[in-house]
């Protein structure tokens, strides 16, 4: 087979990258609209998987009649939890489950929630939940207080005060309307009711997040946090809930330094709040790089341009449940060969939380039902986790290769053309002699260093990640 050799470019680009301390960056699977029930019967399957988080559907009121994926992100009532995928019953259940005695062993919660607006119901009504949930709360009241967070269900929550102005939003560059106007979908529809900020949708929101994390969780998702504006998020997010929870907001961009959205919306969400965020610029670097036509070179370190957020700020992906489930993302959607390769690189280098996508909507011919428990995917988390707290150094980059080590402990290598790469590596200080490096991706490939050079040979379309036995 064909073989690309080091350049002396790429030797001179290993000798002056440095090895930079890791942060803990534990991997979230996201159980995207699993009922709760279905999480708690995998606990355990979950922990020997090695997760150490579960982002859940929202835990909330919608409409409990339609089990389609975004009814869970119109609410209706945020006092109570009742919907197609569990209650709070269920909800309590699951976060029992996913603890442990043992520390090593639990599973934080991440609660997705909806905090931009209510549901679009009603013929656009602007009370909630409305004189007819209430009569039904006021019906069942014994199973309407077990579903109870807070608050005093014989009274409505938000009453037309409560919203913004009923205006759709028709310029998505314009970050007024973005974060002030409704969200709709065209043909006269009239939208999802707009919250405003004011003390006592702050009061209520603070009242809903404090029940969760006195219920348990340990972490929260924000839906569209690109729609509010920054001080409404940091009104809300306040230092006692803050305290000991993991919260990171979606703001949905096409790029990093000097793409609009990112300018507009993800650069100012970053420096006013002390969140986390769906590493998008990283992203879309990585699409860039798995084109035919791109470089593998960008992955070098895109941080350094702007082009992935810091490490300690990031949740990357390689997919999230937007991209396939609504149509003005799905060219997002990469080769599913790309998509493997780029899970071995946010999976073997140092720097954000991992998310794992595992549908329940059976999207695209069940393509990621049980991508949680792919072989592959187990094995990526085992050498995520084993290399928990080691440094990273880029070794070698091509425009159809990749190779870095995680301290002496493991290397990865990520070959996205049709043939084999080898990079021949000066070992001196970096890693084991006389030791067997095993491929936990294959679980056959192995080497041993035995001077001070070594040739590492990639195979086509395939990655290695290799740890030291």
Not at 30 to 42: G, P, Q, S
């Amino acid at each position: 087979m064909r073989a690309f050799i080091l350049s002396w470019r790429s030797m001179l680009l290993a000798i002056i990258l440095c090895i930079t301390p890791q942060a803990l960056a534990d991997v979230i699977l996201h159980a995207f609209d699993w009922h709760y029930n279905e999480v708690a019967n995998r606990a355990e399957e979950i922990k020997n998987l090695g997760y150490k988080a579960v982002l859940v559907a929202p835990p909330l009121k919608s409409n409990a009649g339609n089990c389609a994926w975004w009814q869970r992100y119109q609410p209706q009532d945020i006092r109570v939890i009742d919907h197609c995928k569990g209650n709070k019953q269920s909800f309590q259940a699951m976060i029992n489950a996913l603890n442990d005695s043992n520390p090593a062993r639990r599973v934080a919660v991440y609660a997705d929630i909806v905090l931009n607006h209510m549901a679009n119901e009603r013929n656009g009504a602007t009370d909630f939940p409305g004189q007819a949930a209430l009569n039904t709360y006021a019906s069942n009241s014994t199973y309407w207080n077990n579903q109870r967070l807070f608050g005093n269900l014989t009274q409505g929550l938000f009453s037309p005060w409560d919203f913004n102005p009923a205006n759709c939003i028709q310029n998505y560059n314009d970050v007024w309307q973005v974060q002030n106007w409704r969200l709709c979908g065209g043909d006269g529809d009239l939208g999802l009711p707009d919250l405003n900020p004011n003390s006592w949708v702050l009061q209520q929101q603070r009242a809903y997040l404090q029940a969760l994390k006195n219920m348990g969780v340990k972490g929260f998702r924000v839906d569209a946090a690109k729609h509010m504006t920054i001080w409404h998020i940091n009104q809300i997010f306040s230092t006692d809930i803050k305290n000991g929870m993991y919260v990171f907001g979606e703001i949905i961009t096409s790029g990093g330094a000097g793409n609009n959205e990112y300018s507009s919306f993800l650069a100012p969400y970053l420096q006013y709040t002390d969140h986390k965020a769906y590493d998008f610029p990283l992203f879309e670097s990585l699409r860039r790089a798995f084109n035919p036509s791109g470089s593998m070179n960008e992955l070098v370190n895109p941080l350094a341009y702007g082009q992935a957020l810091a490490g300690n700020r990031a949740v990357t992906f390689t997919i999230t449940h937007d991209i396939p489930t609504n149509d003005g993302f799905r060219y997002l959607i990469m080769n599913p060969t790309d998509e493997y390769l780029a899970y071995a690189f946010v999976m073997g280098r140092d720097g954000g939380k991992p998310l794992v996508f595992s549908d329940s909507t059976g999207t695209d011919n069940n393509r990621w039902v049980n991508a949680y428990r792919a072989t592959f995917m187990q094995r990526m988390i085992n050498f995520h986790n084993r290399m928990q707290g080691q440094g990273m150094e880029v070794l070698a980059s091509s425009n159809c290769a990749i190779l870095f080590r995680r301290g002496q402990e493991g290397v990865v290598g990520i070959n996205k053309c049709g043939s084999q790469v080898t990079f021949n590596i000066n070992t001196n200080g970096r890693f084991y002699w006389y030791r067997t490096y095993r491929d936990v991706l294959s679980g056959g490939a192995t080497f041993s260093i035995g001077g001070s050079s070594h040739g590492f040979s990639i195979p086509a379309r395939q990655a290695r990640m290799w740890y030291a036995d």
